[in-house]
């Protein structure tokens, strides 16, 4: 069973688009998180939600919009794709009340802007 | 505010060779600091922890110890393999991220036959 999954693996598309990265955790944790991998492995946290509400939101253009319909569940919409955007996208989760912070990932997504 | 230095790479080393990869660390309060690995095409899984000064955590022949001292938590180990080829991430929990991680920005090591 994979604990935190993330679909699609792979996204190829054209600059304008909008597209989707669905997220999805069966560890029972709180809190889920969005990361941006750029080309040079640099790790970016974007956004984090704790039983469905927003509690980290960085310097990122609106044009990219997290949604959590259930704790179990953080998705994440860009819209007007840029070549910029082009990056590979971690999801991540962990449980609030622990006492360690260790974050579980999934295995991230690859988003090509054409 | 909160952060994390490690050394950058790329580091190239031969089978067998001694590895460091260097960490430091600012933080207000006590964290914990993590070592995670990223093995290619895969996402990032913790390889290590310590909660708490003078603690050595360890896992897969890799080992760090906590250095309040010098606020550092270098990771190392003694007999590198072609398996240990990878990106590997230092990073710190603390309450003054609100339990978040805080990641460096990540050494690749490549680990030649």
């Known amino acids: 069973d994979t604990a935190v999954s993330q679909t699609p693996k792979y996204l190829v598309t054209q600059m304008g688009n909008d597209k989707s990265i669905k997220c999805e955790q069966n560890l029972g944790h709180d809190t889920m998180y969005w990361y941006k991998q750029d080309s040079k492995k640099f790790l970016k946290i974007m956004f984090s939600?704790?039983?469905?509400?927003?509690?980290i939101n960085e310097t990122v253009p609106n044009r990219f919009s997290p949604k959590s319909p259930d704790k179990a569940h953080l998705n994440l919409h860009i819209n007007s794709l840029e070549l910029g955007d082009s990056a590979v996208y971690f999801c991540?989760?962990?449980?609030?009340?622990?006492?360690?912070?260790?974050?579980?990932f999934g295995e991230g997504s690859r988003l090509t802007v054409l | 505010g909160n952060s994390v230095t490690q050394m950058e790479g790329p580091v190239t080393l031969s089978e067998e060779a001694f590895l460091t990869i260097n960490c430091t660390y600012t933080a207000t309060g006590y964290p914990s600091l993590f070592w995670y690995v990223q093995y290619p095409g895969e996402g990032l899984q913790l390889l290590l922890k310590a909660t708490k000064a003078d603690d050595k955590g360890s896992n897969k022949g890799f080992e760090a110890t906590y250095r309040k001292e010098t606020t550092s938590f270098h990771l190392e180990k003694g007999s590198v393999q072609v398996s240990d080829s990878a990106v590997y991430f230092c990073?710190?929990?603390?309450?003054?991220?609100?339990?978040?991680?805080?990641f460096g920005k990540g050494t690749k090591l490549s680990v030649k036959p």
């Open positions: 991540a989760s962990r449980n609030s009340g622990g006492n360690t912070g260790e974050l579980f």
């Open positions: 990073a710190l929990s603390d309450r003054g991220s609100q339990g978040n991680l805080i």
């Open positions: 939600y704790n039983n469905k509400e927003l509690i």
